[in-house]
């Protein structure tokens, strides 16, 4: 059987399974009080079901075993445990709230587990800085650094609907791009199935009401480690990819995640700054400033996925023109400080100052609040009966 055809059957089922079951979750959460409640640095006003990464797991998991039946998926024989415990961990964390420590424990001995079990690692830079090939021992824990660092990235943008699962479904599709380009057929089934499941369970969170269910830390955790899987997957040195010297893999990588991995770092040093834990909890996410702008959040969710895209966009254009490696990284690690540290910080002085940008911003943002539109509630009506 073909990939693509693979692809397409083993995305189906992982579509379709969501889309059948996310209701039955959404009762199951109701009936026993699986919920978000609202409180002061939250956005929703009223308790929402959290078991959505639930859902998307036996979305991810279906469309697996149906792919195993036809094509050799070994190597995803460790990912989908870690996802399994990513995710329960993540659920204990919904239901009754874990140490910081205490999870980041966890994560970190997984991100090992990756490393040393499944031969996830980030062991070649691919002539970034002349640098290929580098030792395990050096290897080993910056797997593990940007394993972590991705997987809290995940987790914490996820502030508004649709937001951290649009970003994974356009990871997962652009990381799929690539797979097909240079043969990977597990990691194409991966990133397919991966969108497939989170797809339907997008469009509730964005559009429905009574269908609405969140994440949850379970989902982003998850799905972090999907993510994870993909980079290291990329930049493993045994994967020998045929692609042009100046096709540059780090810089692909950073441009994909690049809005939040580079938010994460800017509020997790400016909470470091202040004095205050950087798991402290608060409202200064980028996601957070549109919002104070008046931004309803599927338009909050489309200006950040945007931003995203669009250096994802600019590196290819240096690809194109031929440009270095080195060159490429500078832009894209240049472009994702200006979309994160420059827009939040120049805004946040604008929304202080009650400058007459702001005023006019806020005028903008009304208009992106489409709830009572015609083609809205006719999403939220289809949304909400299937």
Known sequence: MTPIALLT???VVSLVLVACIHSRVVKLAVRYNIVDKPDKRKLQKVPVPVLGGVAVFCGVAAGLIVASCFTDLHAMWLVVPVMAVMLLTGLMDDLSGLSPWLRLSIEIGLAFCLVFWGGFCIDDFHGLGGVHEIPFQVAAPLTVFAAVG????INLIDGVNGLSSGFCVMASILFGVFFYCVGNVPMLLLAGV???ALIPFFFHNVFGRKSRMFIGDSGTLAMGVVMSVFVCEVLRHDAAYVVDDRFGLIP????VLCIP???TLRVMSTRMLHGTSPFHADKTHLHHMFISLGCSHPMTTLAVLTLDFGVVVCWRILVALDVSVDVQCLAVIGLSLLCTFGLYNFMEYHLRHKTPLVRRLRRLGFHTHLSRS???LMLRNFVDKY
């Open 374 to 376: 015609r083609f809205f």
């Open 261 to 263: 991995v580079f938010d």
């Open 252 to 255: 692909f990588t950073l441009a």
């Open 150 to 153: 991705i997987i809290n990235a």
């Open 9 to 11: 059957i083993s995305f």
């Open 194 to 196: 991966s969108a497939g």
